[in-house]
Every structure is written in C-alpha cells, then in structure tokens.
C-alpha cells in the first residue's frame, strides 16, 4: 500500500498541449476535428469497400482493413481528448493517463506490425507470385495479424507497469497534448534508470525489427522490380507499394526521432513528430 500512497501523491495531471495561448485553441480544434473526421470516415469507408467487393477478399485487403480499423482505434485514443483539452478542460486522472498511454503504446506498435506484415505480403506477392496463393493462405494471414496484435499489447503493459511504479510529487505539468512515456518520465521525483533501461533496449527491438523487416522487403522488391522487362510493369509494381512506403517513412521517421533519443533530450519540437505518426499517416 505504500507504493501506492507514494505514486498517488498526484491524482491528475494537466496538458497543455499544443500551445498555451488562448487565440490558437479554436482555429486547432477546428484543425484536429477536421482531420480526425476524415481518419474516421476515410478508414470506415475502406473496411466497408474491402468487406462489399468479392474482388477484394485477399491478403494484401485483410491487412489494409485491419490496419483501417486499428487506426480508427489509435485516433480515437487521442483525438476527442486533445479536442476537449483546446476547449475547456486539461486535466486527465492518473488513471485515465495511464489508460491513454497503455493504449496508444498498443495500437501503436500494431500499426507497426501490421506494416510489417503489409510489407512482407508485397514481396511474396511480387518476389515469388506462383506462390502467393500458398504462402499468404487465409490461416497464416489470421496468425500474422493475431501475432501484430497480441505482442503489442504485452509491450504496452510492460511499460505501463514500469510507470506505475514511479513516484510522482509536486510537479504534474505534461508538456504534452497526450500521455506519452518521456514527458511523464521528466514528472517523475523517483529514478526512472530501469525506465530509461527497458526503452533504449526493449523498445528498440520492437521499433526496429518491423521496420528492418519492411526494409528487407522492400529491397529484396525493388531488386525484383528493376529486373522486369517493360516499363508498365515496373509501373504497376511500384504502384501497389508507393502509398504503403509513404506511410512507412512517416510513421518511423518521427518514431524514430522521438522515441531513439536520451530523456534529457525531449523538447517541444517532439509533440509535432508525435503529430504525424498518431494522426497524419493515419489519416
């Protein structure tokens, strides 16, 4: 009970988001809202297209649908708290921080398996077509995605858990418009080295394998594709993985820059990283 009492010294925190001043909380709720009601629609109106046509009842429209769906969730985890914070309130509870942490650590690093996932279903797809049948079958397309979404949530908990443990006193200012772990770290009065330990070791591992995996893929794609004949076919190639690599160097890169970095070295400039990997490429 006593670490409890301690780490309950603080019952909220405040977010001051993405500007203090009162004449920028208007025009950047009409900002966000705007863009959140086009994630939403955008992706709702892809799972419903991929769910209608028969012609797209395959792999590479699985994966899309369920990343469709898993970036409903990870907006929604932020949005409508960030929107309510430009308006009226910014406090969050303890709790209610940790919940929104938990949850965006999860569907956040599904988004990344699950781009893994789309990344390797490309180069079976173009690298070894006569096989694409048997290799992507429709039960280790369900284990890949159990996989995307079962492992994420083990890391979130992990590091929910390490932060639980934390004392946090006087101070409850998050330099933030969400729960993030680096701001919450820099509140905390207690020794946050195991915390800093698990990030810089744990949390690359699961930032890096996806994303060397989609590298692999991608190289081993473009090897492929620069060995077809005609033009159009270098063309329809590269066509179905332009908008996934996109997506991909927008969501690690502004990872990467936030996250593989010293706590010492968080400054503002992160929150607008943060923007693009939890709203833009999601939108």
């Not at 010293?262 to 607008?272: A, E, G, H, I």
Request: hydrophobic letters at 45%.
């Amino acid at each position: 009970m006593e670490r409890v009492n301690q780490t309950s010294s603080v019952s909220e925190f405040i977010l001051l988001g993405l500007s203090s001043r009162p004449g920028d909380q208007k025009p950047l709720f009409i900002l966000f809202l705007t863009m959140y009601l086009v994630t939403i629609t955008g992706n709702l109106l892809i799972i419903l297209a991929i769910h209608s046509d028969p012609q797209l009842q395959t792999p590479m429209y699985f994966f899309l649908s369920f990343l469709s769906f898993t970036d409903i969730c990870f907006t929604t985890t932020i949005v409508p708290r960030m929107l309510v914070s430009f308006l009226s309130e910014k406090t969050i509870s303890y709790a209610g921080c940790l919940t929104q942490m938990y949850f965006i650590y999860a569907l956040g690093n599904t988004d990344s398996c699950l781009l893994a996932v789309m990344a390797l279903d490309r180069y079976v797809a173009i690298c070894d077509p006569f096989h694409y049948v048997t290799t992507m079958n429709h039960h280790r397309c369900v284990l890949l995605v159990a996989f995307s979404c079962s492992l994420p949530h083990l890391h979130s908990l992990l590091h929910t858990l390490l932060l639980n443990r934390l004392t946090f006193c006087d101070n409850n200012v998050i330099h933030h418009f969400l729960c993030d772990l680096s701001p919450l770290m820099k509140l905390s009065c207690s020794s946050t080295f195991l915390n800093e330990i698990v990030i810089m070791s744990e949390c690359s591992v699961v930032l890096v394998t996806p994303f060397v995996c989609i590298t692999f893929s991608y190289i081993r794609i473009l090897i492929t594709v620069l060995k077809i004949p005609s033009a159009a076919g270098k063309r329809k190639a590269f066509s179905t993985c332009g908008s996934h690599l996109t997506v991909v160097t927008l969501f690690y890169g502004s990872i990467f820059y936030v996250y593989l970095q010293p706590l010492s070295n968080y400054t503002v400039r992160d929150r607008v990283a943060t923007i693009v990997y939890t709203l833009l490429t999601s939108m």
